[in-house]
């Protein structure tokens, strides 16, 4: 069981999710690049690994601070040659869900490919075997259950963009739940670092 089980972090799921292969996964990534990758699971764990401790802050009014575990997206990049029109990235689901984030957005250097949280495996629920973690924006950027990465010379819709998010996913200054100590709490906007 993971530090987010423990907690009673909430579990959102958009698409109906098709059972998950472990043996069959792959994380395609595409798009605007010199040359198209395929990378298993081993294969991410390979790469240089990370830790972050980062909050996850969802627009529905909660927010929870672990430390994930994974491939930090600075890392990833040194294995992605970008043609000079890639301005954003589509990340797509296993299930289909896909929502697209500026490469200037993924400049922050706690923003990741997670496959562990705490000491425990990334739980299917939370997004396992991979999910990213965008802590400067809205939860519903950081896609779980990664299997696509395309690079595009635009911002796109995906699935909550399309149904009146905003496209850019910036956190807005308000209220919200901490998980961590179960008590509501002001956020300023923006990536939450004040608790």
Known sequence: MSILSELKTPVFQAEKLPPINLKGYYLDINGEIIEEKRFSLEDIKKMPSGIVNARLTSVSGWSVRVDWYGVKWADLMKFIHLRESASHVVF????????????????????????????????EKYGGPLRMVIPNLWGYKSCKWLTKIRFTNKMEDGYWEKRGYSRDGRILAGRTFDINTKTHKQIKGGEVTEF
């Open 92 to 123: 797509e689901s296993i299930g289909g869900y896909t929502t697209c984030v500026s490469l200037v957005d993924l400049k922050n250097p706690r923003v990741l490919l997670a496959y562990q949280v705490g000491t425990a495996e990334l739980e």
